[in-house]
Structures are given as structure tokens and as C-alpha cells.
């Protein structure tokens, strides 16, 4: 996945009511952070879904030895499946810095990754019923884009799901993937600015995703998924929040050419010991651009101006 940096600059319709303000304020927070949490869990299941099906064979192999490979130009990857049982084990060793680069819309974006993270399969990763369970040591991504760099340390677990059968024939990889992603992570933030400082979240999520378009093609630009299911944790203005997806959320990769990375549809709503606020991501265009109504008031904003 191309990787995005949340700077999130919000252009909105205010109230003149301090209360109502602040209202809105701690729905934007639980709202940027809740999204920037996500894109680190994306980032991380972009990368471990491009060694899987890179390393496939050897991930399912029967039996197999420690095997290691390279990965992301400068990390470490050892595969272990147990002699006696079908777990199998990846190891993923970034080491002190292992740094990939893409350019994005014309924009160079670098991102370098600290760390290890072991991944631990039930069984074959592509078959139905297969869990796979995630863990970090000293795991960190730093992303680099027009000067700016933003610097986020993940700790915790990842539990993932298979609830589809993928298969392999002469045309590659077919069928709908479909798993469950249960996250319980805390998430080290960088400040971006003087309203969104640095700040020690939680994120904690049971959502269901669909890769509904673009499986099994060569370009990562034709991509579509839809996402349902509730998440929680805390922002960074220290305010807990808890948020169910009410109609299923839509990502389109083809916005990534255009460094948009937030839903293109999809509504979710958010609670907060200051109300309830549901969110509508638009209509399927590729923007940044979102509407809230929060106790009653709608006002809008533009998390890219």
C-alpha cells in the first residue's frame, strides 16, 4: 500500500456555540485519529499480504525448514512451519531501519520501518478458517513526503480471520477474499500540530473486509474493498470513543494516485461521552471530503485544506 501521512488541516462550517464547538472537536479527534490508527493496521496488512502471496508456496509448504528471504529491498524474512502440527510461523525483521520508497501523484514518499513483527498461521494463509495472529517488537514506520515526517510506533496484537477460500490456477490468485480483522493495538503519535499533539492511543476493532474488486490483477490501482463492523479506543485529545460502521464503508485504491487514502462512502457512527455523530463519507469520489451531523447540527469539512 501506498503510504499517506494524516495531516489533517480541517476545513469546516462552525458553530458559534462554544458548546456545539466542542462538540465537534472531539468528534474530529476520535475521527483523525480512528483514521490514522487504520492506516497503520492497512500499511501493516499491505505488506503482510504482498509477502504472502509472493512467498505463498513456501508459506503452505508441507514441510519445511527455516527458509529466509528478503523483503522491502532490506528486511529479513524467515518462514517455520511446525514439523508436528500446521502452524506456521513469519517472521518479519526490519532491523534499524529498512526504508521503501514510491512516488505517489508526483510525490516522492518514503517510508522506513523499524522492528519486528511475527506473524503465527493456523494453517495454510489462504485457506478457509485459517487464523493468524500478529505481534510486535519495537515495530515503528516513519513516512517522508514534501519535507514533512511522521514517526508511529505500534505495540499490541492483530488477529486475522480467513472467512473465504482463495485458490490458485493458471490465471493466479481467484476469488473474494473476505476475512475478520480484530485489532487490540496501542499506537505512539507524532504531534502535527498545536491541536493534535503527541499522544499514546488505543485502538481496539472488529471489523469484516471484502475485497470486492481487482483481486488476483498485477495493478495495485484497481482495488476496491468494503468494510463493516465497530471499533473504539481513545484520541488524542484523551476523550474514549466508540464507533460503529452503520453502512458498510468503501476504499477505492485508485484514489491513492491522488494520495487520498479515507473512504469514498460509507456512514459511521461515533460515540463520545459528548453525543453520538455519524459521518458520511460521500458518494464514491475519490475526495476528502466528509459531513457531520452531531445532536442535531451538520456542518462540514474537508480534511485536506
Not at 488541516?9 to 476520535?30: F, G, H, I, R, W
Amino acid at each position: 500500500m501506498v503510504a499517506s501521512i494524516a495531516l489533517w488541516s480541517c476545513k469546516k462550517e462552525e458553530s458559534t456555540d462554544p458548546t456545539t464547538t466542542l462538540d465537534q472537536e472531539v468528534t474530529n479527534s476520535s475521527v483523525e485519529t480512528a483514521s490514522e490508527a487504520q492506516e497503520e493496521a492497512d500499511k501493516l496488512e499491505s505488506d503482510i499480504n504482498e509477502i504472502e502471496k509472493t512467498f505463498s508456496s513456501t508459506i503452505n509448504a508441507r514441510t519445511t525448514g527455516d527458509t529466509t528471504v528478503t523483503f522491502k529491498r532490506c528486511a529479513s524474512v524467515s518462514i517455520t512451519k511446525n514439523t508436528t502440527a500446521s502452524t506456521r510461523t513469519v517472521a518479519i525483521d526490519y532491523g534499524t531501519g529498512c526504508t521503501d520508497s514510491i512516488t505517489s501523484g508526483g510525490t516522492l514518499v518514503t517510508i522506513t520501518r523499524k522492528g519486528k513483527v511475527t506473524i503465527v498461521y493456523t494453517g495454510k494463509w489462504n485457506a478457509l478458517n485459517t487464523v493468524s495472529t500478529t505481534a510486535f517488537a519495537g515495530y515503528s514506520s516513519t513516512i517522508t513526503k514534501n519535507g514533512q515526517t511522521l514517526s508511529r510506533t505500534i505495540s499490541g496484537t492483530r488477529k486475522v480471520t480467513n472467512l473465504s477460500s482463495i485458490t490458485f490456477n493458471s490465471n493466479g490468485l481467484t476469488g473474494t477474499p473476505k476475512f475478520r480483522y480484530e485489532n487490540n493495538l496501542t499506537i505512539e503519535l507524532p504531534a502535527i500540530d498545536n491541536d493534535r499533539p503527541a499522544a499514546t492511543v488505543t485502538y481496539i476493532s472488529d471489523k469484516t473486509k471484502t475485497w470486492s474488486k481487482g483481486f488476483g490483477s498485477f495493478s495495485p490501482f484497481d482495488d476496491e474493498f468494503t468494510v463493516t463492523g465497530t471499533f473504539s479506543g481513545t484520541n488524542r485529545k484523551g476523550v474514549a470513543y466508540s464507533a460503529e460502521i452503520q453502512e458498510a464503508v468503501t476504499h477505492k485504491t485508485e484514489c491513492w494516485k491522488s494520495s487520498i487514502f479515507m473512504p469514498v462512502s460509507g456512514k459511521v457512527k461515533y460515540t463520545t461521552a459528548r453525543g453520538d455523530a455519524t459521518v458520511d463519507y460521500g458518494d464514491g469520489t475519490c475526495d476528502r471530503k466528509v459531513t457531520v451531523v452531531i445532536n442535531g447540527n451538520t456542518y462540514e469539512y474537508d480534511a485536506g485544506q
